[in-house]
C-alpha cells in the first residue's frame, strides 16, 4: 500500500486525482517531517515512527470533527511522540472532539480534559484532568471506582494535606 489512498482532498467528481494525492502526500511528508522517499514511497518502506507521523498527519490534515487515537504514540521516538501529541492537542484546543485511548497515563494527562478508565468490562465515571491523580487512575484500572473506594481515595488525600500542614508549621 502507498502512502496515497482515496481521501476528499485527492479526487474530484468521485475520481481519484493522482496528482493531487501525490501533492497531499507532499505536503503531509514536510509539515509531519516524514522521513521518506517521496510521496510514492510504499508505506512498508518506512520506519514505524514515520508510517504512523504520516498516518496522523494525513487525518488531521482532513480536519475532522471528531478524531479517534488509539496508542498515538506508542513504538515511536521522543521527537515523534512530542509531535503527535502536540498535533492532538491543537486539534482539541480548535474545538475538534479527540478521544484518546492509551496506557499512557502521562500522554493522557497531557492530551485530555476528561479522563474515563475501561477495567474489567466496565467504564468508569469520567473525571476532570485537574481533579484526577495518577494515584486515582491506577486505582482505576484496577476496577476500582466505586463510591467506598471514592471516599477512601479522599481520606488518603486529606491525609496526605493534613501531614503536609503540620510540615509546613
Known amino acids: 500500500m502507498g502512502l496515497i489512498r482515496y481521501e476528499r482532498k485527492v479526487e474530484t467528481v468521485g475520481f481519484f486525482s493522482p496528482l493531487a494525492g ?10 509531519f517531517r516524514v522521513k521518506a522517499g517521496g510521496p510514492d514511497a510504499v508505506a512498508r518502506s518506512l520506519s514505524g515512527g514515520n508510517l504512523q507521523k ?6 488531521i490534515r ?3 470533527r471528531v478524531m479517534i487515537a488509539a496508542q498515538p504514540t506508542w513504538g515511536v521516538d521522543v521527537g515523534a511522540a512530542a ?6 492537542i491543537d486539534l482539541r484546543d ?8 492509551s496506557e499512557e497515563l502521562d500522554e493522557l494527562f497531557e492530551i ?8 474489567k468490562g466496565h467504564l468508569s465515571p469520567s473525571v476532570d484532568r485537574s481533579d484526577a491523580t495518577v494515584a486515582q487512575m491506577g486505582e482505576w484500572m484496577s476496577g476500582l471506582w466505586h463510591d467506598d473506594v471514592q471516599a477512601r481515595l479522599a481520606d488518603m488525600a486529606d491525609t496526605a494535606q493534613e501531614a503536609a500542614d503540620a510540615n509546613d508549621a
Open 54 to 59: 504520516f498516518i496522523v498527519g494525513r487525518e
Open 22 to 31: 501525490m501533492e497531499y502526500a507532499e505536503q503531509t511528508i514536510a509539515e
Open 112 to 119: 485530555c480534559d476528561r479522563l474515563h478508565v475501561m477495567a
Open 83 to 88: 509531535q503527535i501529541r502536540q498535533a492532538l
Open 94 to 101: 480548535a474545538g475538534v472532539a479527540v478521544l484518546v485511548v
Open 62 to 64: 482532513q480536519r475532522p
